[in-house]
């Protein structure tokens, strides 16, 4: 009889990774690379990340034409169109879309504040972005690239002509030009990881490593920031109404418990951000959702735990750089939902907490991947919230079910032996997979990229 596959293996072989510990020693470069890993995702954002990238770009070419352009053609890839869509864009007076968000960039941008960069604007200039937004000439086309994050945009004031082209970052600028002359350019790839440090070395053995063992003091300012803007953003989300109120729903109607709770908050911040909130969030692979989701969870277990700060913040780095290794496969933007990378982050910092191990982490990556992946990403809006809390309910679910000894084995769908491997297995289906997923998507969502 013909078979297909073979004999299931368990995911995870603690007995290979016992017998090469004493070789996993992290050197010098590998912790540099992996600090540097940290200082570029963990930065602060005010807003989604693609309409701010956007903004961006638009201050940048006022400033080079030393003028608001009278017209703007903007280039966009579908995935910003999609993500810009449906978001509300902060300090715009409620205000969604690309034209909100090229005119708060042109009239009250501040581009040496890049992705914070209309997070100061007096309450008098949202008219004048009204104005902007509804009167200027804008022409707003889908890019025929293969970058997912692809943003160009030209536009003219008077005899004078600009150019500002971001690709595959939000801040990554790749050219600039004034009336035909190149004023910068750097060298532009397809690579999602264009300028970025090298994130082959990312493993969750030497991930584990590192967060166990490096001094504190080398990070502490990015994780104290990433802690305090993001649980700030998460109790305005449940202490107000922002968008669906997923965090509310959850603490309302669902048990009274550290679960719960950890859900509930992480959906709070991404309502709140989603719906325009003017707090910054620290964005973690490009994403303030993801930045949100790998954090809160795990700030809240660690209250609730009685953790000292010391734990919370190498529990953090689990939940980081597991966040960030799955993401260096899948891409910034994809049609594979990003907070679907960050809840599993999320469940292996939160089994940091709890137990430690690398036996407990790897079985709870394994597990919430194999629980979860394949969650699609139509957009930012407010349904991110409730995806958000799906991912971190399935980063705990990993986490207990390793503690009740069970587990998905190699062979259980896209699981294969090795937790790194089942890591480069969802890169490879968020990545090339979902191709086809993603403009099906784009095109039941706007006729621009049909």
Not at 58 to 85: C, H
Not at 262 to 286: F, N, Q, T, Y
Not at 373 to 396: E, L, Q, R
Request: proline residues 2%; negative net charge.
């Amino acid at each position: 009889m013909h078979r297909c596959i073979g004999r299931q293996e368990a995911a995870i072989d603690i007995k290979h990774r016992e017998e090469t510990k004493e070789e996993q020693k992290l050197t010098t470069e590998t912790i540099n690379d992996y600090i540097s890993i940290l200082r570029e995702e963990l930065v602060p954002a005010t807003g989604c990340t693609e309409p701010i990238a956007l903004a961006y770009a638009a201050a940048r070419l006022r400033d080079i034409l030393g003028a608001a352009p009278e017209g703007i053609r903007a280039e966009i890839s579908g995935n910003i169109i999609k993500n810009v869509k449906s978001v509300v864009v902060p300090n715009t007076g409620g205000r969604k879309g690309i034209p909100a968000a090229i005119a708060a960039g042109v009239v009250a941008g501040d581009a040496s504040k890049v992705l914070q960069c209309i997070a100061r604007v007096p309450a008098e200039k949202q008219g004048e972005i009204a104005a902007y937004a509804q009167n200027a000439s804008m022409e707003i086309v889908c890019a025929h690239t293969s970058r997912l994050l692809d943003i160009r945009l030209t536009g003219r004031a008077g005899e004078h002509a600009a150019l500002v082209h971001i690709a595959n970052s939000h801040s990554n600028i790749v050219r600039e030009e004034k009336d035909g002359e190149v004023l910068f350019q750097r060298p532009l790839t397809d690579s999602a990881e264009d300028s970025l440090t090298d994130k082959s070395a990312l493993n969750v053995a030497d991930i584990l490593e590192f967060a166990d063992t490096i001094d504190l003091e080398e990070v502490a300012p990015l994780l104290g920031q990433q802690v305090d803007c993001n649980t700030a953003i998460a109790r305005e989300g449940l202490k107000n109404s922002w968008g669906a109120n997923i965090g509310s729903v959850l603490l309302t109607d669902y048990s009274d418990d550290i679960k719960t709770e950890a859900k509930a908050w992480a959906a709070a911040g991404s309502d709140a951000r989603m719906s325009g909130c003017e707090l910054p969030v620290v964005i973690l692979s490009g994403s303030g959702n993801q930045g949100i989701t790998a954090s809160v969870p795990v700030v809240r277990y660690a209250m609730h735990l009685g953790a000292d700060r010391e734990k919370l913040y190498r529990a953090l780095l689990v939940s980081d750089l597991v966040t960030i290794h799955q993401k260096s496969g899948i891409g910034r933007l994809s049609a594979y939902c990003g907070a679907v990378s960050a809840g599993v982050g999320a469940g292996a910092g939160i089994a940091y907490l709890l137990d430690g191990s690398y036996e407990a982490i790897a079985h709870t990556i394994v597990n919430a991947v194999a629980i979860i992946s394949g969650t699609i990403c139509d957009g930012a809006k407010p349904s991110c919230a409730a995806k958000i809390a799906a991912s971190v309910d399935a980063g705990i679910l990993g986490y207990h079910m390793y503690k009740n000894h069970q587990e998905f084995k190699s062979g259980d769908g896209i699981v294969t032996k090795g937790v790194d491997n089942t890591i480069a297995n969802v890169g490879i289906l968020a990545s090339q997979g979902m191709r086809e997923t993603d403009q099906t998507i784009l095109s039941i969502m706007t006729e621009r990229c049909v």
